[in-house]
């Protein structure tokens, strides 16, 4: 499966921003496809994920503000960005598995298959 993201660009804090990652192919139901970041000079960090059959998953530092949501018939996954902040700013990658045992999804060492990164850059 390949993964293309896209979506990224420039906002002002406060803006809203939508990244969508469309996958080549159908989706299995215990799929896990996720959105990671990375800031420069930072470590590559979990930010949402969901499984294909149910659940979705956030880090702290985004709930209440992303959103991830899926559509089926376009195997694509969407992460609703709301209130950014400068320190959202950096590439977001999506990424997929065919199965992550639900403690083990944060772990980027879990998705065998990535996008190739969208920069998302937030200015005060």
Same mark, same amino acid.
């Given at each position: 499966?390949?993964?293309?993201?896209?979506?990224?660009?420039?906002?002002?804090?406060?803006?809203?921003?939508?990244?969508?990652?469309?996958?080549?192919?159908?989706?299995?139901?215990?799929?896990?496809?996720?959105?990671?970041?990375?800031?420069?000079?930072?470590?590559?960090?979990?930010?949402?994920?969901?499984?294909?059959?149910?659940?979705?998953?956030?880090?702290?530092?985004?709930?209440?503000?992303?959103?991830?949501?899926?559509d089926?018939?376009?195997?694509?996954?969407y992460?609703?960005?709301?209130?950014?902040?400068?320190?959202?700013?950096?590439?977001y @990658?999506?990424?997929?598995?065919? @199965?992550?045992?639900?403690?083990?999804?944060?772990?980027?060492?879990?998705?065998?298959?990535?996008?190739?990164?969208?920069q998302?850059t937030?200015?005060?």
């Amino acid at each position: 499966v390949q993964l293309q993201a896209s979506g990224g660009g420039l906002a002002q804090a406060g803006d809203s921003l939508r990244l969508s990652c469309a996958a080549s192919a159908r989706i299995g139901s215990k799929a896990v496809m996720g959105w990671f970041r990375q800031a420069p000079g930072k470590k590559r960090e979990f930010v949402a994920a969901l499984r294909w059959s149910a659940g979705k998953y956030y880090a702290d530092f985004v709930k209440g503000r992303f959103t991830i949501s899926r559509d089926n018939a376009k195997n694509t996954v969407y992460l609703q960005m709301t209130s950014l902040k400068p320190e959202d700013t950096a590439v977001y @990658y999506c990424a997929a598995d065919s @199965y992550i045992i639900v403690s083990a999804i944060p772990d980027a060492n879990q998705y065998d298959c990535w996008g190739q990164g969208t920069q998302v850059t937030v200015s005060s």
